[in-house]
């Protein structure tokens, strides 16, 4: 059974429908952490969470620990009653269920958001489905649409899958999210991961290094560091703590070798960065901008700024889009 959903999953784009049906194996037999972390999923690609399904994630996710999610599900579940007899009888459940276990219910903090979480496992735009072979890749949901994902898709080869592991930390702290990762590794069966840092100042968002390392030694399967900004000595530090997990490392801006120690077994791609097809290689209408720069304007990046004034006063058009850190600014020609 479990074989007959798995081909379906590496056949198929990313299905609530499938991975419910993996979510409820791993429940059945019983193995608790791969069924939440599927029903976690899964909740991230309905349409709408019924009670019913609500209520089951709930249960399971009050078995592993995770009582402020459980307690979201609960609410959710008691939101749904129409009756307020039965409505009240249930709370009543619910409150003996969680004092059972020495845990407060009203001291309980439900998870910070909704259960309409943002999607945990998608298909990077553009790249192969059926047939191909999987790069799964590690990042924040913000970096979908980045180059070096995008770019996936200029290879026949690859279907690129994008696991979004900060969403699913911080939709459910107390889950062991590293342990999920592992699992998800062994039904995927990636032939290369990518490792995108989801912020390089905080690290709540990332799985931990020697669950990497983990992957590594237990799959086989490599796992690639993808860094940007890699002068900045914060992020230096960082790519330095995370190089045990890693077979090999592609940075995008500065060659790594020059700020970062290494050993001889790590793997050093020093690239440009990638410019997939899609945006950057187009023939079907005639490109309307001289120079573009799409990036961060804000102060402290005073060489853009020479560099933007600079064409500027040589009477050369520049199209502007991107952001500030204090929010998107409008297009501006220079």
Same mark, same amino acid.
């Given at each position: 059974?479990?074989?007959?959903?798995?081909?379906?999953?590496?056949?198929?784009?990313?299905? =609530?429908?499938?991975?419910?049906?993996?979510?409820?194996?791993?429940?059945?037999?019983?193995?608790?952490?791969?069924?939440?972390?599927?029903?976690?999923?899964?909740?991230?690609?309905?349409?709408?969470?019924?009670?019913?399904?609500?209520?089951?994630?709930?249960?399971? #996710?009050?078995?592993?620990?995770?009582?402020?999610?459980?307690?979201?599900?609960?609410?959710?579940?008691?939101?749904?009653?129409?009756?307020?007899?039965?409505?009240?009888?249930?709370?009543?459940?619910?409150?003996?269920?969680?004092?059972?276990?020495?845990?407060?219910?009203?001291? =309980?903090?439900?998870?910070?958001?909704?259960?309409?979480?943002?999607?945990?496992?998608?298909? @990077?735009?553009?790249? #192969?489905?059926?047939?191909?072979?999987?790069? /799964?890749?590690?990042?924040? *949901?913000?970096?979908?649409?980045?180059?070096?994902?995008?770019?996936? #898709?200029?290879?026949? /080869?690859?279907?690129?899958?994008?696991?979004?592991?900060?969403?699913?930390?911080?939709?459910?702290?107390?889950?062991?999210?590293?342990?999920?990762?592992?699992?998800? @590794?062994?039904?995927?069966?990636?032939?290369?991961?990518?490792?995108?840092?989801?912020?390089?100042?905080?690290?709540?968002?990332?799985?931990?290094?020697?669950?990497?390392?983990?992957?590594?030694?237990?799959?086989?399967?490599? @796992?690639?560091?993808?860094?940007?900004?890699?002068?900045?000595?914060?992020?230096?530090?960082?790519?330095?703590?995370?190089?045990?997990?890693?077979? *090999?490392?592609?940075?995008?801006?500065?060659?790594?070798?020059?700020?970062?120690?290494?050993?001889?077994?790590?793997?050093?791609?020093?690239?440009?960065?990638?410019?997939?097809?899609?945006?950057?290689?187009?023939?079907?209408?005639?490109?309307?901008?001289?120079?573009?720069?799409?990036?961060?304007?804000?102060?402290?990046?005073?060489?853009?700024?020479?560099?933007?004034?600079?064409?500027?006063?040589?009477?050369?058009?520049?199209?502007?889009? *991107?952001?500030?850190?204090?929010?998107?600014?409008?297009?501006?020609?220079?």
């Amino acid at each position: 059974m479990k074989a007959d959903i798995l081909a379906r999953v590496a056949a198929e784009p990313p299905c =609530a429908e499938t991975l419910l049906e993996l979510a409820e194996h791993y429940e059945s037999v019983p193995d608790l952490v791969p069924a939440f972390g599927y029903y976690l999923i899964a909740l991230s690609l309905v349409d709408a969470v019924t009670p019913k399904l609500a209520s089951k994630v709930g249960a399971i #996710a009050f078995k592993l620990g995770e009582h402020g999610f459980a307690l979201k599900c609960f609410r959710m579940t008691l939101r749904s009653e129409a009756d307020a007899d039965e409505r009240e009888r249930s709370a009543r459940a619910i409150t003996n269920l969680f004092k059972a276990s020495g845990f407060d219910i009203q001291t =309980a903090r439900p998870a910070p958001f909704e259960l309409a979480l943002p999607a945990l496992l998608a298909e @990077v735009p553009g790249t #192969a489905r059926s047939g191909a072979i999987t790069c /799964l890749a590690i990042t924040a *949901g913000t970096d979908l649409r980045e180059n070096g994902l995008l770019s996936i #898709a200029d290879s026949n /080869l690859y279907r690129g899958l994008a696991f979004n592991f900060a969403a699913m930390a911080q939709a459910a702290p107390s889950f062991n999210a590293d342990l999920f990762l592992l699992y998800l @590794v062994r039904d995927l069966c990636p032939a290369v991961i990518l490792f995108r840092h989801a912020n390089l100042t905080e690290r709540g968002g990332d799985p931990r290094v020697e669950t990497l390392l983990a992957i590594r030694r237990q799959t086989k399967v490599p @796992v690639i560091g993808l860094y940007y900004d890699i002068a900045k000595p914060s992020f230096q530090r960082i790519c330095q703590a995370y190089l045990p997990g890693l077979d *090999g490392v592609v940075t995008w801006d500065r060659p790594i070798g020059d700020t970062v120690p290494l050993s001889p077994e790590i793997r050093v791609r020093d690239l440009w960065t990638p410019l997939p097809s899609c945006p950057f290689r187009f023939r079907e209408r005639q490109r309307n901008i001289d120079i573009g720069f799409v990036g961060r304007s804000v102060s402290h990046y005073v060489t853009r700024h020479r560099y933007l004034d600079g064409l500027a006063a040589a009477n050369v058009q520049v199209t502007c889009r *991107g952001e500030t850190f204090g929010g998107v600014f409008p297009s501006r020609t220079w």
